[in-house]
């Protein structure tokens, strides 16, 4: 009787222990297999039922997306909004150009016509670059309407807004006499923040049209247009005179 007992506490323990081994090797997270999004999961996760384990998952993505917040997407600024639209250059402007840079052989009429300083501005809508209409000096004013030609210049361009210009700079060296164009960007302090970042994002448009310009000038109000400034940018201390005034 005692002998019949102990063989059958004996059987209880070697299927306890069985049942033990068992459960620790389902339940051991070293082997691990893909799911269908590509994360891991453990062994154990393999015996809970599809249902179960897709309900859980969506269940833990819903709750994420619930408590991260939403970051709203940056809207275009003025800058990203003209490059974008691709602002044009009239072909008007590329004439003047080709006209004040190529110095032909002309009669002393022709040469009267020839501009010395012209401004450009944006059209209405913001697309296209054109000839500001009454901006301009021409070489014949010159001594005649205009007295001091680089004043003058400085003088039409408006206080409030920006501009493109180009002009023809006559200056003396130590060693000679030169004529060479100046391109400029002027953006004043008191021009709206919207016209300066279209400006300055459209002046690769109209640079590309003036290939072979040795000075470029960026002024921001009248004092970066004194006349050492300008003797600075066409070369430094080797200027020694500009329009015909000593620097």
């Known amino acids: 009787m005692i002998r019949t007992t102990l063989l059958e506490y004996m059987s209880l323990l070697a299927l306890l222990y069985c049942a033990m081994a068992n459960c620790r090797a389902r339940c051991k997270p070293s082997s691990f297999s893909a799911t269908s999004t590509g994360a891991p999961r453990s062994r154990w996760c393999s015996s809970l039922p599809r249902t179960a384990w897709a309900s859980s998952r969506a269940a833990a993505s819903s709750a994420t997306k619930a408590r991260a917040p939403a970051i709203p997407s940056p809207s275009p600024g003025p800058a990203a909004a003209a490059i974008a639209s691709g602002v044009q250059v009239a072909d008007e402007v590329c004439r003047i150009f080709y006209d004040m840079k190529v110095r032909k052989c002309s009669t002393p009429e022709e040469i009267k016509k020839r501009k010395k300083a012209v401004i450009f501005c944006l059209s209405p809508d913001k697309k296209c670059i054109i000839v ?17 030609p680089f004043k003058h210049f400085v003088q039409m361009l408006p206080e409030k807004d920006c501009r493109y210009a180009l002009y023809d700079a006559s200056f003396e060296t130590k060693e000679s006499k030169k004529e060479e164009l100046m391109f400029f960007l002027w953006a004043p302090e008191q021009a709206p923040l919207k016209s300066k970042m279209i400006y ?39 200027v020694v005179a500009f329009e015909g005034s000593p620097v």
């Open 132 to 148: 500001e209409e009454g901006k301009e000096i021409l070489v014949g004013d010159v001594g005649v309407t205009v007295t001091d």
């Open 200 to 238: 300055a994002s459209s002046k690769d448009a109209i640079k590309k049209k003036f290939q072979g310009i040795k000075h470029e000038c960026q002024a921001n109000g009248p004092e970066d247009l004194n006349r050492a400034c300008i003797a600075e940018k066409l070369g430094g201390s080797l």
